[in-house]
Every structure is written in C-alpha cells, then in structure tokens.
C-alpha cells in the first residue's frame, strides 16, 4: 500500500537519515514531504536522486499524510504529534516526549511489534537509542529464561546529540592535534581524547536522565516492571555507533553456549563468535552505516553463577533511531 509520508525534522541528523533510510528500503511511499522548522523552510534536502524543499511543520502541513516520522524534539512532538494524529496521520516519534505514556506504545519490531496495534492517541514512540540496541540483543534471552537484573555500561557516540556535537568533536580533535586547548560549546566538557556524563540529571538523585530512561523503557518493551536495570551511561569521542557491556543475570541459570545458540538466528542481530582475540570484536567503526545490532563476547559471569556477560554495538542513527522508526511504519503499511 502506497503512503504520504512526511518527515518532521528533515534538516537534523537522525531527519536526513530517516530519509535517507526510507530511500534505501524503497519505502512504499507516493509522496513524501520534508518538514522542520519556519527557519529551515526553503531548504533542499536530498532525496532518491533528487531534492525534497522543506517546508514548514504546522498542523495543515500534515493532510492527507498517512505515515508522520517525527525527529524535531520533544516540544515539537508534544505539541504537532497530536494535530498530526488527529488528521489521520500515525505518528511515529523519535523523541522522549510520549515514551512512557501508558496510551502510547513504545515499539521495537524485534521486540514488541504487536504492541503497535494499540495506539489509542495515534501515536507510536521509539525508543532511546542505547535502549533499542539493548533490548534486540537481550530479547531472546529474556524469552528463554526471564532477565532478572540488567547491569549496562554505555559508550556512546556524539551523533547522538545532533550535527552541532559531532562538528565540535571534529573540531575539538584537530585542536588536540594542534597543540592547542579544546573549546567546548555544545559538550559540557572537552570530549576529544576525554569521556563525559552529558546528560542532565534525572528524576532521581544521582542518576541521569539518560540512565533513567534506560531503566524505564527496557521494562515497558519487554513488559515486565520487575526487571532490575542498572545503566552508567558514557559519552566517548566516537562520531557514530553505540557500545554497550551488558551483565545479564536470569530467573533460571543461562550459559553462553545457550545464549549464542539463542543469539545466532536471533531478528536484527548479527552475531560475532569465536574464541577471544585482539580486534576481534564488534566495533563502532563498523557498525557505522549498517542495519544490525552487533553482539560479541558472549561469555559466562565469572562470579555470578548462570549470569553471562556480552558487547552490543549498532549504528545510534540507524537501528537507534531512522532505520527503528522506518521499520515501524513498514510494518503498519503490509
């Protein structure tokens, strides 16, 4: 079935790639329009060999869209999603803004596609980027012997806050390089050949917002409030893709011979065996421009009993965010 598809936010990051993502799958889409904000109109951006001009994202912009991807932010969202909705548009939203409302479903195909169905406000979110990898990887797992207790480690790359944040890291680099001292505008700090909390803080004292999210959304998708999840998550200077250490701990005892059996045709996961070795491993580098979640060093817990240990990376602009989102609406249009 042939969609309208608008794309709010064309002009950010994650809008250029959900473009673009669209265009390698070869959405089923008879029109698609690139909105974003009144200071963005007129832009061109580059779309099937051609140019879409963006316009502004205001309720009429969204008649007659049958599909809306929203990555204009979280004020955007709030407030356009439902006008969006109201015209007859399902809303799929990147941002934080409808994550944790009960009428809202948050969905990872892999996942928790079905969850989809239900969508009394029209409106569909996805996840947080650390998040989604996450919870491909741990999914059938969990089916298998019930997660108990989640502890993750995040490192996470700067494309993660925008095109402004991978500039300064660049920039930030070739200083370093240079002799001379950072300057950090959009960081809190220098990130070049550093690590930063860059997060605000949370509802909770001591934890980020970040972290907390994680916390939240791992039990909304996977439908269970009693999964204890521990995050700290890193900003590291890597321009794409996320890596996660993740320490699962189960209901019944799970080795690694299981998990990489359960792992190896797993959806969305593409899996990295072998004996350990130097380099051998997945990496942020690679991951960058694909569609899967990596997973490797898979291992048992040496201190805790039927625990086992594993490394996540994929693409934060991709499976993260445009490639999640795009998936969603293929799925609706079948």
């Not at 989809?116 to 947080?128: C, D, E």
């Not at 998550?233 to 993740?246: F, K, M, N, Y």
């Not at 070795?277 to 291992?299: K, Y």
Request: proline content about 7%.
């Amino acid at each position: 079935m042939a969609s309208v598809v608008a794309v709010v936010g064309a002009t950010g990051v994650v809008g250029r790639e959900m473009l673009r993502t669209l265009e390698a799958r070869r959405f089923p889409a008879k029109k698609v329009i690139a909105l974003a904000s009144p200071r963005s109109a007129g832009a061109r951006v580059p779309y099937a060999g051609g140019e879409l001009v963006v316009e502004v994202a205001r309720p009429e912009a969204f008649e007659g869209v049958d599909i809306a991807l929203f990555s204009a932010g979280a004020s955007a969202s709030r407030e356009l999603g439902p006008m969006a909705a109201e015209r007859g548009a399902v809303v799929i939203d990147n941002s934080s803004a409808w994550r944790m409302d009960p009428e809202v479903p948050l969905v990872v195909p892999e996942v928790n596609m079905d969850a989809a169905a239900r969508r009394p406000k029209g409106i569909i979110a996805n996840p947080n980027c650390s998040t989604i990898q996450m919870v491909v990887a741990l999914k059938p797992l969990h089916d298998a012997a019930r997660l108990k207790h989640v502890i993750v480690s995040t490192y996470q790359a700067a494309s993660g806050k925008g095109n402004a944040a991978m500039e300064e890291l660049v920039a930030q680099t070739q200083q370093l390089a240079g002799g001379e001292e950072p300057t950090a505008k959009v960081f809190p700090a220098t990130l070049a050949g550093n690590l930063l909390m860059d997060w605000k803080a949370g509802s909770l004292p001591d934890w980020s917002e970040e972290e907390l999210k994680m916390v939240h959304e791992t039990r909304k998708i996977l439908g269970d409030a009693e999964i204890g999840v521990t995050p700290t998550t890193v900003r590291v200077p890597v321009i794409t893709g996320h890596s996660e250490a993740v320490h699962a701990q189960f209901h019944r005892p799970m080795t690694a011979k299981e998990a990489l059996d359960l792992l190896r045709n797993a959806p969305g996961v593409s899996l990295m065996e072998g004996p350990y070795a130097p380099g051998q491993h997945p990496q942020p580098r690679r991951s960058a421009g694909t569609d899967e979640v990596f997973v490797g060093r898979v291992r048992d817990d040496l201190a805790v009993p039927g625990a086992i240990n594993l490394w996540v990376v994929a693409d934060n602009l991709r499976k993260g965010a445009a490639l999640n989102a795009v998936q969603i609406a293929e799925r609706l249009v079948r």
